[in-house]
């Protein structure tokens, strides 16, 4: 599976960098130092701690457009391209929301995959979104980037599809052509767990096709060790935050990192696993 190949063990963990708010956004700070020494700081504290995989968001351009100012974007590809030479791990990008930005900002900036609602039709707070994935592979191609993988949302946080559907159905719709290269399972809200039966759902029709699936949102200290059976690699944010400052706290990483290396192990060691099936009697 290409998540093995790209962060170099099985069950990755891509831990959200979330960036400040940023020029544009109501929430910002006025002085871009000081968010890029936030990043920064993250970023550190998110590799030191062990995590696999970085992905950058705009998690605090709130209230989030449906296109996104062209400063938001300028300022996500001035961050990136400062802490690059710090970046030693795999990274993707998101920017909330914006499908085709987000697969041109991973082209800017050489990152290795991407997230967003690539498909699908919502409602939420923030009015209608409509997405497709027929111009999300065409831009990527048009760009020359057939390498970057897209992470598809399989469901959106926060938001609800116009229309009731069967999760399975979505995910085989999504799978259809053979373009998703991950399928993100999401809960009601971002910090909030999707329902393990969620991912047991997505993780049954994704599987036979190697299509790797992803536990979106929620994953903490208390609930990985039920939700990454389930899945095939892990996006979390929240839980690697010290709740007062709101800034990465590097014990909470390398914890979380200490609790999923149990969970290899244990994977490794059981029987009819590729490694134990390796390893001399």
Not at 106 to 124: E, I, L
Not at 185 to 192: D, L, Q
Not at 210 to 230: A, D, I, S, W, Y
Request: with cysteine.
């Amino acid at each position: 599976m290409w998540t093995q190949e790209l962060f170099g063990v099985e069950k990755p963990i891509i831990a959200l960098l979330h960036l400040d708010a940023l020029p544009g956004d109501p929430g910002y700070c006025g002085d871009m130092d000081i968010v890029l020494a936030h990043a920064r700081e993250d970023l550190l504290a998110l590799q030191e701690g062990g995590a696999d995989g970085i992905l950058f968001a705009n998690e605090f351009s709130k209230p989030y457009q449906v296109k996104a100012d062209i400063a938001v974007i300028s300022a996500m590809a001035y961050i990136i391209g400062s802490l690059k030479p710090l970046i030693r791990i795999p990274f993707g990008v998101n920017i909330v929301k914006n499908p085709l930005p987000t697969i041109e900002l991973a082209a800017a900036t050489g990152a290795s995959f991407v997230r967003n609602s690539f498909s699908g039709a919502y409602m939420g707070e923030y009015g209608l979104f409509v997405s497709g994935s027929g111009e999300a592979v065409r831009r990527r191609a048009a760009l020359g980037i057939p390498e970057v993988k897209l992470l598809f949302k399989v469901n959106a946080e926060a938001d609800a599809y116009l229309a009731e559907r069967n999760i399975q159905m979505v995910a085989r719709s999504i799978m259809a052509g053979g373009y998703a290269d991950g399928l993100c399972v999401s809960g009601p809200a971002a910090g909030s767990e999707p329902d393990t039966s969620l991912l047991e759902q997505v993780y049954q029709v994704a599987k036979p096709k190697g299509v790797p699936v992803f536990c979106n949102t929620g994953c903490n200290h208390q609930n990985v060790r039920e939700k990454l059976p389930c899945c095939d690699a892990v996006c979390m944010g929240t839980a690697f935050k010290d709740p007062e400052s709101g800034r990465v706290d590097q014990a909470l990483v390398a914890g979380f990192m200490d609790i999923v290396r149990q969970i290899r192990a244990l994977d490794t060691d059981s029987p009819g696993s590729p490694e134990a099936e390796r390893s001399p009697s």
